[in-house]
């Protein structure tokens, strides 16, 4: 698949967005800071990635996910959990990077503080009923309702 993908940061022509393993689903996504950013513990912080991409398909969306090293090693997560970003958006890709630990947490100028995955979609039209055609096994049944573990 092929996405419209604009460089709104000259520093990313040296370093543009690409999948780092060929069985990769996530594209890394690049802190484009001026200098150095700390992160006092439970702050966050909007940060530009120096990327815009325009999907233009409904049928796609693109999912903002924490880097799995920096989530666990060092508290590095997103502030909003996942970013979603709709088809039609065609502005600059922004993470919010939230630290959850209780240290300070520096990030560098370029380093890759979150990661991309684009995804499909399935935009439902919806048809208003008073009651469901079938009972379903499960029901409204839910919240642990099959039991723990
Ligand atoms: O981590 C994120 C999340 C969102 N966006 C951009 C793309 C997305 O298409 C747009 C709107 O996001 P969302 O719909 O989640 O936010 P909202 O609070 O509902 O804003 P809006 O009223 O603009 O839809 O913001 C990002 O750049 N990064
Ligand atoms: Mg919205």
Redesign the pocket.
């Known amino acids: 698949m092929h996405i419209d993908l604009k460089v709104l940061d000259e520093r990313l022509r040296e370093q543009p967005p690409a999948y780092a393993t060929p069985g990769s689903a996530g594209l890394d996504l690049r802190a484009c800071l001026d200098a150095p950013l700390t992160l006092a513990p439970n702050a966050w912080q909007l940060v530009p ?1 120096g990327l815009a991409i325009h999907l233009a398909d409904p049928g796609f969306a693109a999912m ?1 996910l924490p880097r799995s090293g920096l989530g666990h090693k060092h508290g590095i997560v ?1 502030g ?1 959990l ?5 088809s ?2 065609q ?6 990077a939230w630290n959850r630990s209780d240290v300070p947490f520096t990030i560098e100028p370029m380093e890759r503080i979150a990661q991309m995955v684009i995804v499909p979609v399935v935009q439902a039209s919806f048809r208003v009923v008073n009651d469901f055609a079938e009972a379903s096994e499960r029901g409204s049944g839910g919240y642990g309702s099959t039991g723990r573990g």
Not at 82 to 86: E, F, K, N, Q
């Open positions: 990635t903002i997103l909003n996942v970013g979603l970003i709709d039609d958006y502005g600059q890709l922004m993470v919010s």
